[in-house]
């Protein structure tokens, strides 16, 4: 196919098949976004734009929560808010849903979307140093003053980059919950190669991940320069770019930060053809992971061409909807009343 002939051409470089991964990539997380009930609206925080979804009916509930969305490498907020679509599975919680955008251009000359500093990942944002953090602290306070969110009850959700950046979030703003993440475990800058930062992380958090097990841009099994597979390794060679360990080892760390004990070996909590999801701990100290056997980069339960036309790189899978489950893990720590409890993990 000519898709295999662009592949097999860039396969002579890993610098070439880094852009064109990147290119993918941004092309991959773009979905057409559906209606939904509820007001859009936008606002600037640090003089960044950030979109904004107001449920109608936030009028009426006190404390409500707030969820922040938050795109891949070299994606923008508006690709990310058409891809996960969660206000469609807002319910009686009444949750209003922000879409930031992050500060500096990806890497490779700025031609693609965005990126956040998460640490260990991501250029330009982690090697310019942009204060991420501070940032997002700014977001929720401001988002306390104009929507009336209770700015203790704040949950994160991002895919690849962004979801790093959501680990990040959780180990440093006492005011996130909980967070979901997809293909985007916490990456620290802990490399001496590295142009990244480092941090700490000892917060209890509950946290759920998706991934998928022949994802190759951030590999299941981990990446470093010399493990992980042509496209992942290719990537490590960028200043700003620290190793990826392995998704067993991110939930390993989460279980332990959680205070899970060692002999917990985990239960099954959902499965349905090639996803499987399995949870540690108790409610406060749930972690929970999803993997999804055939899929690659991609956000589970949404799908578009350019992923049908490069398999196995950003294979899709219909096996369970991501986008429903971020908002079901979030209800179970939201203390309101009517909000539903039809989880499933």
Not at 110 to 132: K, M, R
Not at 139 to 151: D, H, S
Not at 229 to 257: E, L
Not at 276 to 285: E, I, K, R
């Amino acid at each position: 196919s000519s898709v295999s002939r662009v592949l097999a051409a860039q396969a002579a470089s890993p610098m070439a098949l880094s852009v064109f991964v990147l290119a993918l990539v941004v092309n991959i997380f773009t979905v057409v976004a559906a209606s939904s009930h509820g007001e859009a609206t936008t606002f600037s925080v640090q003089g960044r734009s950030i979109n904004a979804w107001v449920p109608m009916c936030a009028a009426n509930i006190a404390n409500r929560p707030l969820v922040i969305s938050l795109h891949a490498w070299g994606a923008n907020k508006d690709q990310q808010q058409s891809m996960d679509q969660l206000t469609d599975y807002v319910g009686r919680e009444c949750a209003v849903v922000l879409y930031p955008q992050g500060l500096r251009r990806g890497h490779l000359f700025g031609v693609f979307g965005f990126s956040w500093n998460a640490g260990g990942c991501c250029p330009d944002a982690n090697t310019a140093h942009v204060n991420d953090v501070a940032f997002f602290g700014d977001v929720i306070t401001e988002a306390g003053k104009r929507f009336a969110i209770n700015e203790n009850l704040v949950f994160v959700v991002g895919v690849s980059n962004g979801g790093m950046m959501a680990n990040r979030l959780a180990c440093s703003d006492t005011r996130i919950r909980a967070i979901v993440t997809i293909a985007g475990p916490l990456v620290n800058g802990t490399s001496q190669a590295s142009a990244g930062e480092s941090f700490q992380c000892k917060r209890r958090v509950p946290v759920l991940h998706f991934h998928g097990l022949v994802d190759p841009i951030v590999p299941f099994g981990g990446c470093n320069k010399t493990f992980g597979g042509f496209s992942c390794q290719g990537m490590q060679t960028w200043s700003g770019v620290n190793p990826f360990p392995s998704a067993q080892q991110h939930i390993a760390a989460w279980r332990a930060r959680n205070s899970v004990h060692p002999a917990d070996q985990g239960r099954i909590t959902f499965k349905n053809g090639s996803a499987t999801c399995t949870s540690w701990g108790n409610q406060p100290s749930n972690v929970t992971l999803c993997t999804l056997q055939y899929m690659g980069h991609s956000w589970p339960g949404r799908c578009n061409t350019i992923q049908k036309l490069v398999p196995p790189m950003f294979n899709c899978s219909f096996d369970i909807d991501a986008s429903g489950q971020v908002m079901s893990f979030f209800r179970q720590y939201i203390p309101d009343p009517v909000a539903s409890r039809d989880i499933i993990v």
